[in-house]
């Protein structure tokens, strides 16, 4: 589950997610700040391959550049994002505030 955040500047991975899927920061592309719902946050930027699981349809993974905080701690149980940088701009989407229908295809 993640928030769809199109003023993210990137999908962010919650770090206890990235620590269990294997992230090390010697994958990193590069190191950032960035502010997180008021916090400045620490922490990388990798490659990432995102699958969008489809309820109808076809799941669709996508080559993302994903922020991933270094600390679990300042963290605070924030949800995952999916921004618009890196990730939202790499597919076609649409979204339904009728019915919080999210509909999303490859470009």
């Given at each position: 589950?993640?928030?769809?955040?199109?003023?993210?500047?990137?999908?962010?991975?919650?770090?206890?997610?990235?620590?269990?899927?294997?992230?090390?920061?010697?994958?990193?592309?590069?190191?950032?700040?960035?502010?997180?719902?008021?916090?400045?946050?620490?922490?990388s930027l990798i490659r990432l391959n995102i699958t969008?699981?489809?309820?109808?349809?076809?799941?669709?993974?996508?080559?993302?550049?994903?922020?991933?905080?270094?600390s679990e701690f300042a963290w605070d149980n924030f949800?995952?994002?999916?921004?618009?940088?890196?990730?939202?701009?790499?597919?076609?989407?649409?979204?339904?505030?009728?019915?919080?229908?999210?509909?999303?295809?490859?470009?």
């Amino acid at each position: 589950m993640a928030v769809l955040d199109t003023g993210a500047p990137y999908p962010i991975l919650d770090p206890a997610i990235a620590k269990a899927i294997g992230f090390s920061s010697e994958l990193a592309i590069e190191r950032i700040s960035i502010l997180v719902r008021g916090k400045k946050l620490e922490g990388s930027l990798i490659r990432l391959n995102i699958t969008l699981v489809a309820v109808r349809g076809q799941n669709l993974t996508v080559d993302a550049t994903t922020f991933v905080p270094d600390s679990e701690f300042a963290w605070d149980n924030f949800p995952c994002f999916i921004g618009l940088a890196g990730f939202l701009e790499r597919i076609r989407f649409a979204i339904d505030p009728n019915t919080d229908t999210f509909y999303f295809a490859s470009l």
